[in-house]
């Protein structure tokens, strides 16, 4: 028989407001196997915990129950309380009476004798519970870094400052990420390429850094701290190794009509490639799609011209495995497609751009060398406007329903450049809102509007209507001063929406990390987690968590950085003992088991038993402790009900309903 | 009937939640009746959420609008002014209390080609 202590917390009134809590400690005291209850203002403080422990040692307790918040909260702080009182903290069980019952429910008398059977089911588990001793798990010293932006460079180069080996996976031929493709970057307007190429020769140079380009993550096993991990490098049909980056074959391609991905298609690029000439690593890739030796089979030019024999048609893709502790995922954003938002005319006219293509334009690597003109004709533009919230803020199902919160910011920048280098330039802004919190940043803003002559104005835009002589007709609201407004522009440039990259939904089912409706990878805790998945040792960097802007990110790619090198500090891991196990006696190893484990968990073996007097060599369901999860698909699989999760048995869930029931 | 809720009832008809508005303009930037209304689309949200049915149903703009469901069609919230207004015009059809038809009137009009629907709701009563 169990003894059985029994805390009741207040939670100073989040529990107490709404909960009988002398009574709720007074009933438990009428369970079986009960021999002390106690309530107290705050069971997580150093005092509560005190009085546990002491309850712990003077009544001899076996077993505890604490009715407070959800076990997410402070399950390992009761646990841990518990252990130093020489408890095993597997005998710890939380009675969730908070997130479960007092928040949600307003009337104390239901909710007091809801939270009665909520620690009577605590009650009922306990008396089954036992002891249970964690195995332990080694970490591979290495990290992987998925996305070669911003957010991955910074986290890349922050582990491996702390001294450990670690990998970047970049899909497109170059790290460098969103970033390399701005022209000038808020609040301070320095040049955007000028402070981050610096960083993508550091993560290059780094000896402790690895980086694979043109590469993506195919395959994910194992788990915190011993992650098996293939990754396929795309074949590139240059040798890396002795192409020296002098960039004839680009020149002399005769393919040229591919769009550049890197101009957001606004020019083209030639079929043998890099995206942009700081790209790193400077070795090109062929697009097999565009090469005509790939296509007919004739042609080869890139591969005369070249001096140092670079080029290999032969070229495949080569699988990589290997083992990583932990993974950070950084795989950044882009712009959503405007197909939905016809009123814009942006599939219409080339003059009507968005935000990200304006940021070429302004560049002078860009299509337009620099030069702000349209792109339909060339013309230096007298009147530009901008829209806000594109496709933001929208909650029809056209667009996106969150605020993609960089706008704002950006088009301020864009404003004042322009009205800076072209004075003669009108430009107006057409803004719901305008939200510019953050350091200097509605500063900023208001340089645009005080000191730049930026014409903002407070209203949507409803439609843009091309004219036949090439000028756009956009139709706009002033809300302030209740007028519709008609206006000629010559361009106009759309504060589009941004969205997770599309590949996170990709990786994220591999990783089993968590992903919200928008795509959005879900922290572990929204304020007190925020650079954790729920998913042990996965990590989160940049606006793949949600939109930010860049110095967000790099502050969250540091955060995450040390989250990752905590981890990889430690030689071992404890493991969760709650793992799956394996009646023999009733195991009839059927394999239907091992065909849901989603962790490659369980084998068999061959195995001699003793049923009951008569010996037999039986085909047996064997888990191993250190891959499986205890997410219980085996158990509840199992038609024989041989299987049964440690600390979750069949048996002491039915106690729990069973008890919630009486 | 008589003292229910104007404004709970436009947003019953309507199907509309107000409140989901936030104030982009974006109806009022693509009404091609603008200029003729006194109530501009984006105002007719505000007037509901404030109950302010009144001046609704007595403004010219109740009538000026042309249907063209562009606001609705564009608003990124899913607020649709044009149902907004579209449910107000029906209120006021509703008000009126008036009897469209006396049994009188039914011989003369009566021809082979009217649908007998047409006559039950002529004899339809939005009575107080």
């Given at each position: ?239 890396a190794g002795k192409c020296t980056g002098c960039g004839v074959c680009q020149e002399k391609c005769p393919s040229k009509k591919s769009l550049s991905e890197f101009n957001r298609g606004l020019n083209t690029r030639s079929a043998i490639y890099t995206p942009f000439a700081q790209a790193i690593p400077n070795v090109p890739v062929i697009d097999t799609e ?373 | ?128």
């Amino acid at each position: 028989m169990q003894r059985i202590g029994v805390f009741v917390c207040h939670c100073g009134s989040n529990i107490a407001a709404t909960v009988d809590v002398k009574k709720v400690a007074e009933m438990a005291l009428l369970e079986p196997g009960v021999v002390h209850a106690e309530d107290y203002q705050y069971m997580c403080s150093e005092a509560g915990q005190a009085k546990i422990q002491a309850a712990i040692k003077e009544k001899n307790l076996t077993g505890i129950v604490v009715c407070s918040c959800s076990p997410r909260m402070h399950e390992n702080t009761f646990r841990s309380a518990a252990e130093k009182a020489g408890l095993n903290p597997y005998m710890v069980e939380i009675a969730n009476i908070r997130e479960h019952c007092s928040w949600i429910h307003k009337n104390v008398e239901e909710a007091t004798e809801k939270a009665v059977i909520l620690a009577r089911a605590a009650i009922a588990k306990v008396n089954l519970n036992a002891p249970l001793k964690p195995g332990e798990s080694l970490v591979t010293k290495r990290a992987l870094v998925i996305g070669g932006g911003i957010a991955g460079i910074q986290t890349a180069l922050d582990i491996a400052d702390a001294g450990y080996e670690v990998d970047i996976v970049e899909k497109t031929p170059s790290i460098g990420g969103r970033m390399s493709q701005l022209d000038k970057t808020f609040p301070t307007l320095d040049c955007s390429a000028c402070i981050l190429t610096p960083k993508m020769v550091e993560a290059a140079a780094h000896e402790k850094i690895t980086i694979y380009t043109y590469s993506e993550v195919e395959k994910v096993s194992g788990f915190v701290g011993d992650f098996t991990v293939d990754i396929r490098k795309k074949a590139r049909f240059v040798d890396a190794g002795k192409c020296t980056g002098c960039g004839v074959c680009q020149e002399k391609c005769p393919s040229k009509k591919s769009l550049s991905e890197f101009n957001r298609g606004l020019n083209t690029r030639s079929a043998i490639y890099t995206p942009f000439a700081q790209a790193i690593p400077n070795v090109p890739v062929i697009d097999t799609e565009a090469c005509i030796k790939m296509k007919t089979g004739k042609c080869g030019i890139c591969s005369k011209v070249c001096q140092a024999g670079a080029i290999d048609y032969e070229q495949k893709d080569e699988i990589l495995t290997q083992k990583y502790g932990a993974i950070v995922v950084a795989t950044g954003f882009d712009t959503i497609k405007l197909d939905n938002y016809d009123e814009y005319a942006y599939n219409q006219s080339k003059d009507v751009i968005t935000s990200l293509e304006l940021e070429r334009v302004m560049n002078a690597a860009g299509p337009t060398k620099g030069h702000l003109e349209r792109l339909s004709d060339g013309k230096h533009p007298k009147e530009m406007v901008f829209i806000q919230c594109v496709g933001s803020r929208c909650s029809d199902g056209r667009g996106k329903s969150y605020c993609s919160k960089i706008c704002c910011m950006y088009t301020a920048k864009h404003a004042m450049l322009i009205r800076d280098k072209y004075p003669d330039v009108n430009v107006t802004v057409f803004y719901i809102d305008v939200r510019t919190p953050g350091k200097n940043f509605d500063e900023f803003y208001r340089r645009a509007v005080e000191d730049y002559g930026v014409n903002y104005i407070k209203g949507q835009v409803g439609k843009v209507i091309p004219q036949p002589d090439g000028k756009l007709l956009v139709q706009g609201v002033d809300l302030l001063d209740n007028k519709q407004i008609l206006k000629e522009a010559d361009m106009v440039v759309l504060a589009t929406a941004i969205e997770p990259n599309p590949d996170v939904r990709k990786i994220a089912t591999m990783l089993t990390a968590s992903i919200d409706t928008n795509n959005f990878l879900t922290e572990s805790h929204a304020k007190l987690r925020p650079v954790e998945s729920p998913t042990a040792g996965v990590f989160l960097s940049g606006v793949c968590q949600g939109p930010k802007d860049i110095p967000e990110t790099v502050a969250q790619a540091g955060a995450a950085a040390v989250k990752a090198i905590g981890l990889l500090a430690k030689d071992k891991l404890m493991t969760n003992p709650c793992t799956a196990k394996a009646d023999e006696l009733m195991c009839n190893g059927c394999s239907t088991c091992a065909n849901v484990c989603p962790y490659g968990a369980i084998t068999y073996e061959e195995k001699e038993v003793n049923d009951h007097g008569i010996r037999e060599t039986r085909r047996i369901a064997v888990v191993n402790s250190a891959l499986c999860q205890g997410c219980g698909a085996c158990t509840v699989t199992c038609p024989s009900g041989a299987m049964d999760l440690q600390g979750f048995s069949n048996r002491q869930i039915i106690a729990e309903v069973d008890a919630i029931c009486r | 009937m008589s003292h229910v809720n104007k404004a709970s009832q436009i947003k019953e008809i309507s199907g509309v939640n107000p409140l989901k508005c936030m104030k982009c303009g974006k109806c009022s930037a693509s009404c091609p009746s603008f200029n003729e209304m006194d109530i501009k689309p984006h105002q007719f949200v505000s007037y509901v959420q404030n109950g302010d049915i009144e001046s609704l149903v007595n403004s010219k703009s109740l009538w000026k609008c042309l249907s063209c469901f562009a606001c609705l069609e564009r608003c990124p919230r899913d607020v649709k002014p044009a149902k907004l207004i579209d449910a107000a015009r029906q209120l006021v059809v509703r008000e009126k209390g008036a009897t469209y038809l006396s049994p009188d009137e039914v011989p003369e009009l009566l021809d082979e080609d009217l649908p007998q629907q047409l006559l039950v709701s002529a004899f339809r009563r939005y009575r107080r």
